[in-house]
């Protein structure tokens, strides 16, 4: 069995780039037939696609691609892969496209870019899912023991007797405190049985003497076994732990999130830049003007409505709207309610199909707000919610988006009852403590589908 398992972990990542190349090649093929069947063009130059195979394998095996946490979702393999065709794209647009002045090289550098989307996102996807189903049947474990024994303890073990699919085989526990035959025996008996255990992991609670610990960490290094500590009570939160390192001495970081790892914050900026451009080029140069003039037609006063609200780390900044309202001194203060007197005839289509918060994509492109985020209230609002409802500041940490969790819920528009402000934050939290990008891909999609589908509380 030792040597199954040395065997797969010295062939697998080999066999998970030449995939990755078989995977890279035909992509490049079906990119080229498809240009080719709409163009009369031969696409990506073949002669330089063994540079490109090297390039790619080597930032796969740089970036160790090919290691999969046992632990990980497949959202967290796809990240991978997302951020291995980045630097990918961008390297090979630096050494082929400045030499081909071609416009149809650029369409040619798109397709493929989509199709090595497409084709390696499936396959890194199932093989994700390959080896959690591999190692669910009872392949590719490691034996793990935990060594003392409470509460915490007791619900990894639960975990691992659940999750199989983990690959982690529990051995059981060794504690001094023997408990009704619970435990197989104390930390000395665990030191004489390790080795023909064959332990791969050791897992310690933090109630272990720290004189014991030491003991055991010794131990481990000398055998190479890994040691892992179960945090109490305290630490276990619903968040994501991580640690910083200042010089030999560990800190745990209890509330980091996502989007303070400067790759996620680009990559969402990034997106925002090109999602808001397109907007502004493709609709609003024509929307502003036509709505413009309905407005004008209509009633007295300004285009656009403009109001001050909290942003990123409360910051106030001055959010864009279609006016959809007549000229009033309540608009911070009272919410838009069913058949408000205030709404106009213009103003009330723009509300039902959502086009006032249109002009919000210039917020977007200066900065100020995200596509994707905690819906931004007003000052006033923001103060009394503020003394309400417990943690509210906490959804200022990013962005405020133009749609986000909580709009795709259901929870949009007049907020009449306590519960409804309490379950945006919790949702708002939640969008925070687990962004990533397939999740704003998906409140997209549902933002599209909650405004042709459900406009109860568009008003």
Same mark, same amino acid.
Request: with cysteine.
């Given at each position: @069995?030792?040597?199954?398992?040395?065997?797969?972990? =010295?062939?697998?990542?080999?066999?998970?780039?030449?995939?990755?190349?078989?995977?890279l090649?035909?992509?490049?093929?079906?990119?080229n037939?498809?240009?080719?069947?709409?163009?009369?063009?031969?696409?990506?130059?073949?002669?330089?696609?063994?540079?490109?195979? @090297?390039?790619?394998?080597?930032?796969?095996?740089? =970036?160790?691609?090919?290691?999969?946490?046992?632990?990980?979702?497949?959202?967290?393999?796809?990240?991978?892969?997302?951020?291995?065709?980045?630097?990918?794209?961008?390297?090979?647009?630096?050494?082929?496209?400045p030499?081909?002045?071609?416009?149809?090289?650029?369409?040619?550098?798109?397709?493929?870019?989509?199709?090595?989307?497409?084709?390696?996102?499936?396959?890194?996807?199932?093989?994700?899912?390959?080896?959690?189903?591999?190692?669910?049947?009872?392949?590719?474990?490691?034996?793990?023991?935990?060594?003392?024994?409470?509460?915490?303890?007791?619900?990894?073990?639960?975990?691992f007797?659940?999750? =199989?699919?983990?690959?982690?085989?529990?051995?059981?526990?060794?504690?001094?405190?023997?408990?009704?035959?619970?435990s197989?025996?104390?930390?000395?008996?665990?030191?004489?049985?390790?080795?023909?255990?064959?332990?791969?992991?050791?897992?310690?609670?933090? %109630?272990?003497?720290e004189?014991?610990?030491?003991?055991?960490?010794?131990?481990?290094?000398?055998?190479?076994?890994?040691?892992?500590?179960?945090?109490?009570?305290?630490?276990?939160?619903?968040?994501?732990?991580?640690?910083?390192?200042?010089?030999?001495?560990?800190?745990?970081?209890?509330?980091?999130?996502?989007l303070?790892?400067?790759?996620?914050?680009?990559?969402?900026?990034?997106?925002?830049?090109v999602?808001?451009?397109?907007?502004?080029?493709?609709?609003?140069?024509?929307?502003?003007?036509?709505v413009?003039?309905?407005?004008?037609?209509?009633?007295?006063?300004?285009?656009?409505?403009?109001?001050?609200?909290?942003?990123e780390?409360?910051?106030?900044?001055?959010?864009?709207?279609?006016?959809?309202?007549t000229?009033?001194?309540?608009?911070?203060? %009272?919410?838009?309610? =069913?058949n408000?007197?205030?709404?106009?005839?213009?103003?009330?289509?723009?509300?039902?199909?959502?086009?006032?918060?249109m002009?919000?994509?210039?917020?977007?492109?200066?900065?100020? @707000?995200?596509?994707?985020?905690?819906?931004? %209230?007003?000052?006033? @609002?923001?103060?009394?919610?503020?003394?309400?409802?417990?943690?509210?500041?906490?959804?200022?940490?990013?962005?405020?988006?133009?749609?986000?969790?909580?709009?795709v819920?259901?929870?949009?528009g007049?907020?009449?009852?306590?519960?409804?402000?309490?379950?945006?934050?919790?949702?708002?939290?939640?969008?925070?403590?687990?962004?990533?990008?397939?999740?704003?891909?998906?409140i997209?999609?549902?933002?599209?589908?909650?405004?042709?589908?459900?406009?109860?509380n568009a008003?």
């Amino acid at each position: @069995m030792i040597f199954m398992k040395k065997r797969f972990y =010295k062939y697998f990542p080999w066999l998970f780039v030449l995939g990755d190349i078989l995977v890279l090649t035909f992509s490049v093929l079906f990119s080229n037939q498809l240009f080719q069947t709409f163009q009369d063009f031969n696409g990506l130059d073949f002669p330089a696609f063994p540079a490109f195979i @090297m390039i790619w394998m080597v930032i796969t095996i740089l =970036k160790e691609d090919y290691k999969i946490g046992r632990t990980n979702e497949f959202e967290e393999t796809f990240k991978k892969l997302l951020a291995s065709l980045a630097w990918f794209l961008v390297i090979i647009s630096m050494i082929w496209l400045p030499f081909h002045d071609n416009a149809l090289r650029l369409l040619s550098f798109l397709s493929l870019a989509a199709s090595l989307f497409l084709f390696l996102g499936i396959y890194r996807v199932a093989v994700h899912l390959s080896l959690r189903k591999y190692r669910e049947q009872g392949h590719n474990f490691r034996r793990a023991v935990i060594l003392g024994m409470g509460d915490t303890s007791d619900q990894l073990a639960k975990v691992f007797r659940q999750r =199989k699919d983990f690959g982690i085989k529990f051995l059981g526990y060794y504690d001094d405190q023997v408990k009704n035959g619970i435990s197989r025996g104390s930390i000395k008996d665990f030191f004489r049985e390790a080795k023909s255990l064959d332990v791969d992991q050791i897992y310690i609670s933090e %109630h272990l003497e720290e004189s014991k610990v030491k003991q055991v960490i010794n131990f481990a290094d000398e055998n190479y076994i890994k040691v892992k500590v179960i945090p109490g009570g305290r630490l276990q939160l619903e968040k994501n732990l991580s640690f910083s390192k200042y010089g030999d001495f560990f800190v745990i970081n209890v509330n980091e999130i996502p989007l303070d790892n400067a790759f996620n914050r680009v990559f969402k900026r990034g997106f925002d830049i090109v999602f808001s451009l397109f907007v502004i080029v493709f609709i609003l140069s024509w929307l502003i003007p036509l709505v413009g003039l309905l407005i004008k037609l209509e009633s007295r006063g300004p285009v656009f409505f403009i109001q001050e609200r909290n942003g990123e780390n409360n910051s106030v900044f001055r959010c864009l709207k279609f006016r959809s309202m007549t000229p009033n001194d309540y608009a911070d203060t %009272h919410q838009a309610t =069913k058949n408000d007197p205030r709404i106009t005839r213009i103003g009330s289509f723009l509300r039902m199909t959502s086009l006032d918060e249109m002009p919000q994509f210039i917020n977007v492109l200066f900065g100020e @707000m995200s596509i994707v985020g905690p819906r931004p %209230h007003t000052v006033p @609002m923001n103060r009394e919610f503020k003394t309400q409802i417990e943690k509210y500041n906490s959804r200022h940490k990013i962005k405020p988006g133009i749609t986000g969790l909580a709009q795709v819920k259901g929870y949009r528009g007049e907020i009449e009852q306590p519960y409804q402000i309490r379950a945006r934050v919790k949702l708002d939290s939640f969008y925070i403590q687990n962004w990533s990008f397939l999740l704003d891909l998906k409140i997209c999609v549902l933002t599209v589908y909650e405004l042709l589908v459900n406009r109860e509380n568009a008003y």
